[in-house]
């Protein structure tokens, strides 16, 4: 309601009927909160899941960022972000020094308006849910929707049970250094793997058959390109 009205007109209020008439323009927002955060057939966002903002891997992430702190600085503001198909592809650096619950209520406003990795240092994640693929794909008759479910539901399910996040206060003192935890999950139509390092969690959609030991692999090698390839900024 602050985002769409403003503050003081919510504290000042003169006349309660105009105010439930504009408050109206809020209500799909307040909707998907009250839902759960449960997500549109065409929400391909995990940010109510995660609580981390949606980001976009892009090489010219710096070009950008240079060009949007100008048009800020026009504009008089240091708050500001460019999204390309509902993912933040560059921010100001005062973008990302707001609290973790104002970027997720911005990024649902923003979406009602219209493959995963979550670094839980930095507070993002970066997902895919149908990259690269081509007609007669083995994963081709998982629909775009499905597959985001699919990570979903496993997120859902071994995030807190089977695995803590990156600095989560349930790893307490524990060494940082230790080894990095992992889930495996195998199905009839596909497999799930889950790894941990030191601040990002992984999770992968794979096709059944595989050996947990190439899916390891195949994983951290992902996580590795994601993390430390200079064209991989998000």
């Known amino acids: 309601m602050v985002f769409y009205l403003g503050l003081e007109e919510l504290i000042n209020v ?35 899941l995660t609580d981390c903002t949606d980001v976009l891997s892009c090489p010219e992430r710096s070009t950008f960022e240079g060009i949007l702190n100008c ?14 198909r509902g993912k933040v592809a560059a921010a100001t650096p005062n973008w990302w020094t707001l609290d973790s619950v104002e970027l997720l209520q911005i990024q649902l406003l923003l979406s009602n308006d219209s493959y ?24 081709s008759h998982l629909t775009a929707v499905r597959r985001r479910d699919i990570l979903r539901t496993f997120y859902k399910t071994v995030v807190g049970t089977m695995l803590d996040l990156p600095g989560s206060t349930q790893q307490g003192s524990e060494d940082s250094s230790q080894i990095s935890k992992e889930v495996f999950m195998n199905f009839e139509y596909y497999s799930l793997h889950a790894l941990v390092s030191d601040v990002c969690l992984i999770l992968v959609l794979y096709p059944s058959g595989l050996h947990n030991h190439y899916l390891r692999s195949i994983t951290r090698t992902t996580l590795k390109t994601l993390t430390h390839e200079k064209n991989c900024r998000w």
Do not use: M
């Not at 759960?36 to 929400?43: I, M, Q, V």
């Not at 048009?71 to 390309?84: I, K, N």
């Open 116 to 139: 995963l990795v979550v670094n839980t240092e930095k507070r993002r994640c970066l997902s895919s849910l149908s990259p690269h693929t081509v007609s007669g794909d083995v994963h």
């Open 71 to 84: 048009f800020a600085e026009s504009v008089g503001t240091v708050f500001g972000c460019l999204r390309v």
């Open 14 to 48: 003169k006349n309660i009927e105009r105010l439930k008439k504009d408050l109206k323009v809020c209500y799909p927002l307040i909707d998907t909160i009250l839902d759960g955060l449960n997500p549109k057939e065409d929400f391909e966002e995990f940010c109510g």
